[in-house]
């Protein structure tokens, strides 16, 4: 047998705390984003719903809830329905082997960091179900570019993280971090990989000024043009977990997960995944969206050769050590 | 119940498995009209052989380790594949405007 | 009930379920008209399939095969789905007489599979094993498999750029 004893109540558990954190991290995430948005804009944000407007999520989550969902005539209503959730499902998987502290890990897999990595590239295939289902022109444009720049930064993703499993010598995530305990950060190490990976996340989860998925004034909303009320919600939780489970990767890769002088793990994990979710809303509230033809130039030019150079460097360093 | 407990334990399911795999492909093959629909279905058939390496290499191989690397390179060699199929598919379909084999009779007689 | 043997039950089922999966997938990827369905249907069995190797003691190769099959080989078919759709193309012709055929091919060789197999014993069972070894098998014993198939997917990858650059000779 592959496995000789399974804890019921653990794996129950390990179920209602993704489900949990992904709905609280929506819940904040879409707040701190409004909250972020107004303050870089010089007003308020929301302020009425909940103290400081905390419940604004909630108010919009009941108005979407509320709304009546449509489904076009001619469009391939099997594959309309499932495109949503074939971008949220994998999502929530990968959150699994994830850990926030030493002890705090739904599932310790020995290859953690590649079932993350492989459950990202299914994003791409909801993306594209989403485009076709719609049977819309603007639709399937906004997702075949969506999809182009997705695998265009896939790979010098993978050559980002292959240093850092070079230098930690592990594919599982847990042993990243302790690994990042003994010796400093992996971001001192590997300065150009770190900075190269958010270049990649921000690409990946089509955030600005990289969303030509959603490109609000060019392609009316991209792939999920034709979607509406709950439907829609499901995309937009799907792309804040993946940003989510990208900033978890980040922090876990780069800065050290759960490693931090005062605090306890998981506050430092939480203070870390949000940072970088911090540094994606700033991205967007301040850069202009670049074109797309640059940005795969840029992608296939000249990201993918550092990014590769930058694997050869270190294991040759590695190997010369 | 308790036969549902054996069956991961089995050979013989996995190998039945395959087959069934390799058959629905090979009729997929046989009876499909477009050259994407041929593409799935040999898909499938690589899907099935892929089944069968790993069953015996895992049940009737003293080394389940080669059973696996021969099954990474069973999985590289279908994707390339898949990409070289794809290619042509486009292309096709670029001169002639149609994928349906019953079409594209250039070469027939 | 104790908590083991629900624990068993759920993975016999799970095992069931995935073999249920696996066979529905492949039915939905040949009999159906509408190419999406059909690729739908691709999809659904090659989860299934990884869930097999997870069943057959290889996580690495579960994992490894919904990053190559699902994650980018069906992306490249819904790719290729979206760039050749020609509504109106009949994708499906009724199997006829011909029908027979994969069906014998099929017991026939399932037929002799067992006949053979049950000259054999089973040496091993699916368990977990170390799969660290794997990576300086490719480098060490099966090095020359390894850069032959790099060769191999780099000429593919040249090969289906030129290809679809084909233009027709006026």
Request: glycine fraction near 8%; charge should be neutral.
């Amino acid at each position: 047998m592959i496995i000789t004893q399974i804890s019921i109540l653990r794996t129950l558990l390990m179920i209602l705390g993704i489900t949990l954190v992904v709905g609280i991290n929506a819940v904040f995430v879409v707040w701190l984003e409004r909250k972020v948005a107004g303050h870089m804009q010089f007003r308020l944000g929301p302020t009425e719903v909940g103290p400081a407007g905390l419940l604004q999520t909630v108010a919009d989550g009941l108005k979407l809830v509320s709304k009546q969902i449509i489904f076009p005539s001619s469009a391939d209503t099997p594959i309309f329905i499932l495109a949503p959730i074939i971008c949220l499902i994998p999502v929530f998987v990968a959150l699994v082997p994830v850990p926030f502290s030493e002890t705090l890990q739904a599932h310790e897999l020995d290859i953690g960091l590649l079932l993350v990595i492989a459950l990202g590239l299914l994003n791409t295939l909801g993306i594209l179900l989403a485009g076709w289902g719609c049977d819309n022109k603007y639709a399937l444009l906004g997702a075949s570019r969506a999809v182009a720049q997705i695998l265009a930064y896939k790979i010098p993703l993978l050559l980002c993280i292959l240093p850092v499993i070079l230098l930690a010598g592990t594919f599982s995530l847990r042993e990243i971090v302790v690994a990042q305990q003994e010796s400093m950060w992996f971001a001192l190490y590997q300065p150009v990989a770190f900075f190269m990976y958010l270049i990649a996340i921000t690409m990946e989860t089509n955030r600005s000024p990289f969303d030509f998925a959603e490109a609000e004034s060019e392609l009316v909303a991209g792939f999920h043009t034709e979607y509406s009320g709950m439907m829609f919600s499901l995309f937009f939780l799907a792309e804040y977990t993946y940003m989510f489970l990208a900033s978890a990767i980040a922090s876990i890769l780069f800065l050290g997960g759960w490693l931090g002088p005062v605090l306890p793990g998981p506050v430092w994990m939480l203070l870390k995944i949000y940072f970088f979710l911090f540094l994606m809303m700033w991205f967007r509230w301040t850069f202009p969206r670049v074109r797309v033809d640059q940005m795969l130039a840029f992608g296939w030019k000249i990201l993918l050769p550092i990014s590769l150079l930058n694997f050869l460097l270190t294991a040759g360093v590695m190997a010369a050590l | 119940m308790e036969f549902l407990h054996t069956l991961p334990n089995n050979l013989i399911v996995y190998v039945v498995v395959a087959h069934l795999l390799f058959g629905i492909g090979l009729h997929g093959m046989m009876f499909r009209r477009t050259l994407i629909g041929i593409l799935i279905s040999l898909e499938l058939l690589i899907q099935g052989v892929g089944i069968n390496v790993m069953a015996f290499g895992t049940f009737l191989h003293v080394d389940p380790l080669a059973a696996r690397v021969m099954t990474l390179f069973l999985l590289g060699i279908g994707a390339a594949e898949a990409a070289l199929f794809l290619g042509i598919a486009v292309a096709v379909f670029r001169n002639n405007q149609t994928i349906s084999i019953n079409k594209l009779t250039g070469l027939k007689g | 009930m104790s908590f083991e043997r629900f624990a068993l039950d759920i993975y016999a089922l799970t095992f069931a379920s995935l073999l249920v999966q696996i066979v529905v997938g492949a039915v939905m990827a040949v009999m159906l008209k509408k190419l999406v369905h059909c690729f739908l249907g691709l999809v659904i069995t090659m989860v299934g399939v990884a869930g097999l190797y997870y069943f057959l003691g290889s996580p690495l190769l579960a994992v490894m095969q919904i990053m190559i099959y699902v994650g980018a080989v069906c992306v490249a078919i819904a790719f290729g789905l979206s760039l050749t759709h020609k509504a109106g193309e009949e994708g499906l012709q009724a199997p006829g007489p011909r029908g027979i055929v994969p069906p014998f091919i099929t017991l026939a060789m399932l037929g002799s599979v067992l006949l053979g197999l049950s000259r054999r014993e089973w040496v091993g069972y699916p368990q977990k094993i170390d799969e660290s070894p794997i990576g300086m098998m490719l480098l060490g014993e099966y090095l020359l498999p390894f850069e032959v198939i790099s060769i191999l997917l780099t000429v593919a990858v040249i090969g289906a750029i030129s290809v679809a650059l084909i233009k027709r000779r006026r």
